[in-house]
């Protein structure tokens, strides 16, 4: 199975900060990636698919770069709602695999 | 606009089979364009993808849960359902259903149902 790294594991942030969390995947992905947001006791909510296209209803402050092994996600100018945990997610190949999070909080 | 919704049992003992059910509304399992699938999420941990089930009933599961993983549709009621054998504590977690597009990502999520494993 490929397995999904990523990093930092937590981050501390403010709001109108610019913050970048990086998915690196244990062989190439091609762009078969996509990031989720959680929030804590909701469902996880797509922000991103093949790697850089932003899913519908999505802010545009959200974007993800990235191909083959180590892929981004950005916030441009984090907000008060943006505070959650983000998981990448590949889909180049069975079985599907999730990063282990990353909990951005409030600084 | 599609939902999901999952239920069944929030308590299963031991060795017994967890047995859940998603509900689909606004939309078809049927549907030729999605597959189905349950995705779990132990306490204060990541998230785990468990397989899924296509309109034609075809499956595929994770490797990791194979052995003891049934995904079956039932179209006439428009739900999918998930059950689990041999349960052990390990297996406690939120259990999310979610509608998984031709390229497999999920776009649509249930809101979760807790099942814990205990005697």
């Known amino acids: 199975a490929i397995q999904l790294t990523q990093s930092p594991s937590s981050l501390s942030a403010s709001v109108g900060d610019r913050v970048t969390i990086t998915c690196r995947a244990s062989?190439?992905?091609?762009?078969?990636l996509a990031w989720y947001q959680q929030k804590p006791g909701k469902a996880p909510k797509l922000l991103i698919f093949?790697?850089?296209s932003l899913e519908s209803g999505v802010p545009s402050r959200f974007s993800g770069s990235g191909s083959g092994t180590d892929f981004t996600l950005t916030i441009s100018s984090l907000q008060p709602e943006d505070f959650a945990t983000y998981y990448c997610?590949?889909?180049?190949?069975?079985?599907?695999?999730f990063g282990q999070g990353t909990r951005l909080e409030i600084k | 606009q599609v939902q999901l919704q999952e239920s069944g049992p929030g308590l299963v003992k031991p060795s017994e089979t967890l047995s859940l059910t998603c509900t689909v509304s606004?939309?078809?399992?049927?549907?030729?364009?999605?597959?189905w699938s349950w995705i779990r999420q132990p306490p204060g941990k990541g998230l785990e993808w468990i397989g899924y089930?296509?309109?034609?009933?075809?499956?595929n599961y994770n490797p990791s849960l194979k052995s003891r993983v049934t995904i079956s549709g039932d179209t006439s009621k428009n739900q999918f359902s998930l059950k689990l054998s041999s349960v052990t504590a390990a297996d406690t977690a939120v259990y999310y259903c979610?509608?998984?597009?031709?390229?497999?990502?999920?776009?649509?999520w249930g809101k979760g149902t807790t099942v814990t494993v205990s005697s």
């Open positions: 089930v296509y309109y034609s009933g075809s499956t």
């Open positions: 093949d790697a850089s």
């Open positions: 997610q590949q889909f180049n190949s069975y079985p599907i695999t």
């Open positions: 606004g939309g078809s399992v049927s549907s030729g364009s999605y597959y």
């Open positions: 062989q190439g992905i091609s762009s078969a």
């Open positions: 979610a509608r998984v597009g031709p390229v497999p990502y999920m776009d649509v």
